[in-house]
């Protein structure tokens, strides 16, 4: 990768630039997703917040939702199975006036057993395995992902939408409206609502989080620990299924401290010991796709 | 039951009444739930639908959520292993300052294996089953019940959050940016989705539902297929998980021809034919329970 490379990390909430130089690595972050970008002038949105380090002739990388249908340039999906090197060989360039060249990264897609996509995680995935490993790699989140590494490659995922599941019910349904004020995750509860999942009672995910309500309703479980308890149900439906297709590989998890620890704790209580991946899991990646790309003479900046 | 005695289910979001009287059976229906009475005046509510059915003497029973903490009087739940005489011995009376008496029956509450409750539906499993009878009764909504009959009693039940999922994640979740405006449930994505579900794919509920995005995004679903096969999800999973505890049993479906329509559906998916219950079985609940009730002089109208 040349020295100065820039690399964007741009979701729908956030915006992530990294500076992978000589002198070590910088980072910036903002909360200014593509969401946030109204009127579709991404390019202004790059320039204020890393238009410093962009001069003609950087070489600047994206990834993200940056890429899709509602980002700055549609990449296409690349499919499962899918190596590092073909992620470098999809990756779409854009000229702006100035000479600068734009590398957006494509997503990865699987057709089978179901259908899924990421856009984004997948940089993360290469840059916490080595060359030809096999791992499970856990991405924490919104829609989570659980991805099948085999030899080096996403040999397969699937994605899971407890993030998002878990802040539609707390904000929209029945189970929101028992919280307290500012209900927010506590241990008792997650510990209560994970082993709840995990011990597969009938009625399945759609009945447990009923009983979020029912349990308050007969005085079984506290108010305050509500939000803990549903947090926990759903982590734990995420695991306890993705546990069946592990093939008994220890997961590694990616993602922020916070959601790791929870994560963690959620895995023990299965009788599983959980890896940490690298902190700094996106940038690892975008410096082996740097590499990657290197070797092609005709790609370099 | 007294000739004129007057029945009203009165729940969240709708208020029905019945008079089961000598000349046959009148009903009244009103988009008049417990959330639409803002000042908690429910006497005049009650009058302005069902009032000239009422003079002093009238008997008049109430269930549903009006015996909710939220609704009129607030009456206890009863646990399972419930009977019809259980409900009739815990009914709540309420003498109204003409002397009307209304008298509101309890919930039903179960602790093991799980904690849950029900308010109104009882009525309508006591009305769809035999005195003696052993069934599984199924009612299918919002939180639909799968209700354990052992000899005439309600042996344990649990409650889904099929509807009100199916409804927040349409109207609040990314899911919901998807489908075309005003999307309603199609034969075809429903089957492709109850399919899907029965299908155990790894990683569940969790995953499956992420999947009505992805399969849009690949091309395998069509945008207008989406929101039926959402549908056919939720209720794939919820019948895939109560058949699981169903011992082998038939269940027998309770509730409007609609909804009745599309769990017969996707039972038969899933190899199991479904009984439709009676269409009245509200009415023949409160008409069971008004014999049980004129057993006892004292509580005779």
Not at 38 to 59: N, Q
Request: with cysteine; aromatic share 6%; glycine share 12%.
């Amino acid at each position: 990768m040349n020295a100065a490379a820039v690399i964007v990390d741009w979701g729908t909430s956030s915006f992530r630039a990294y500076r992978a130089g000589e002198r070590g690595l910088e980072t910036r972050a903002a909360e200014a997703g593509i969401l946030s970008v109204g009127d579709g002038d991404f390019e202004s949105a790059l320039r204020r917040y890393a238009g410093d380090w962009i001069v003609p002739g950087t070489p600047v990388f994206l990834s993200g939702m940056i890429t899709s249908r509602n980002g700055w340039v549609e990449t296409p999906y690349i499919e499962t199975p899918a190596s590092l090197a073909d992620l470098a060989a999809a990756t779409v360039e854009r000229r702006l006036a100035d000479g600068t060249r734009l590398r957006f990264l494509p997503g990865v897609c699987q057709r089978q057993p179901s259908p899924d996509v990421m856009r984004g995680e997948e940089i993360q995935v290469f840059g916490s395995v080595a060359a030809d490993e096999d791992a499970l790699v856990v991405l924490p989140g919104t829609h989570s992902k659980w991805v099948d590494v085999r030899a080096g490659r996403i040999a397969g995922f699937h994605s899971t939408m407890t993030g998002e599941v878990y802040a539609v019910l707390k904000a929209h349904s029945i189970l929101g409206r028992l919280l307290p004020e500012g209900a927010t995750v506590d241990a008792a509860g997650f510990r209560l609502g994970v082993e709840a999942a995990l011990a597969r009672r009938p009625g399945g995910l759609l009945h447990d989080i009923f009983g979020a309500r029912s349990g308050v309703l007969v005085g079984d479980l506290s108010p305050s620990d509500a939000a803990g308890y549903l947090s926990g149900l759903l982590i734990g439906h995420e695991i306890r299924e993705g546990l069946a297709a592990a093939d008994g590989r220890s997961p590694m998890l990616v993602g922020s401290a916070a959601l790791v620890g929870h994560y963690r704790t959620a895995f023990a209580l299965a009788g599983v010991e959980a890896l940490a991946g690298p902190q700094d899991a996106a940038v690892r990646g975008f410096r082996r796709l740097g590499l990657e790309l290197g070797r092609d003479q005709d790609l370099k900046a």
